[in-house]
């Protein structure tokens, strides 16, 4: 029985700064951004929007009354959590109407949570296939103004609905993962930001993906000739390129040409967005199937999933019949209807959403999104459906 994805959707806020902008107001040339690191456009969140908002958006658009019925698992992999005991995904299945005979909850490793509930969703849909999970990637990325790490923030959820026959991909076989205790990147209890330590995570990044990339090929006996594309993580677009580059050392020209083709369709929305953390290798997925248009049914794609901490993780999906037919195809047309605001209105929004006030209110103004949060009244958080 094939199980995979069978519909994936992504949300983020309607705000952007353009990185050309925010390079000049920090005194560094351009092409450090938009090359150097690989960033276009970075996706700026307002205080009304957080991972339940953002997660009900993306999942709200492509579910079906049908699908709802059919949802029994719920989870939500962040590290932006809202609330130290009670899970998004609790809110989130009250947000899209689902049934209350489910499983919710919440799961964490950094960026790698949204993979470790992929994977749940996949033991689970094996065993009951007349289920369908609903998997959740929803983060905000925040590093702190004028730091290094601030060019790599970022936001925004990636929803997929997992069941058995799915209309686009299909897990195939294991994986191969790797643990470690490493302090790459953390964000210590109380912390607003994260606190890392940039150029060592990009270090352990590669080194985490040369290991369960290497071990997965020795496992299977697969060379990099198998693989018709290869998506990653993407802290940054230029990370995804570094690991690329050790992939290739092993390929052939036109193998190599393949792959870098389509690590561009795989980077676009990426590029736009920023750092999404958990949700970021399923956005480069769905980058990478709704631009490509080489790729054809039977194809194997890998993925390598890394959290820092450190969790990394390579496994393979092979495309499904027909699955163009399937994709919504709606990101791009999304991502251009965003509004671009100055460094100016940036700063002052990401100060405004490092504290939220209880008994507060929020301007809902600037957000045009079905579910927002709308403030926090003793201390209970407040969501709106507005349809
Ligand atoms: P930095 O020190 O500002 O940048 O920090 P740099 O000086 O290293 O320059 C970056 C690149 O731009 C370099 O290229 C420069 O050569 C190039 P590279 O050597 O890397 O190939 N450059 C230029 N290129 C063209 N024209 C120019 C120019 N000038 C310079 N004029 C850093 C960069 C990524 C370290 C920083 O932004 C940071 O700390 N980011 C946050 C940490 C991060 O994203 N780490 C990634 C791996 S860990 C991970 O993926 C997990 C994570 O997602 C969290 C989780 O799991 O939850 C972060």
Redesign the pocket.
Known sequence: MDIGIDKINFFTSNLYVDMTELAIARN??P??YL???GQSKMAVIPPTQDIVTMGANAAESMLTDEDKEDIDLVIVGT?SGIDNSKSAAAYIADLLGLRDDIRTFEIKQ???GATAALQMAKAQVTLNPDSKALIIGADI?K?GLNT?????QGGGAVAMLVSANPKLLSFEGGSTYLSRNIM??WRPLGHSE?L?D??Y??N??LDFFNNVYSNYKDKTGFTIDNFEALLF?L??T??GL?ALREAQKDADAKVSAKLAHRFEDSRLYNRQVG?L?TG?LYLSLLSLLENNDDLKSGDRLGLFS????AQGEFFAMLLRKDYRKYLMNTTNEFLQKRTCISVEEYEKIYLKSLHYENNSELDLDMDDAQFVLTGIKENQRQYKNRI
């Open positions: 560094e040339d092409d450090k090359i150097g690191i590290e950094a960026c790698y990325a590093y290094p790490g601030e060019v790599t790459d990147f994260a890392v940039g150029k995570s990009s352990v990044y993580h802290p940054y230029k990370m570094k750092n953390y970021s890394y959290g820092s901490g």
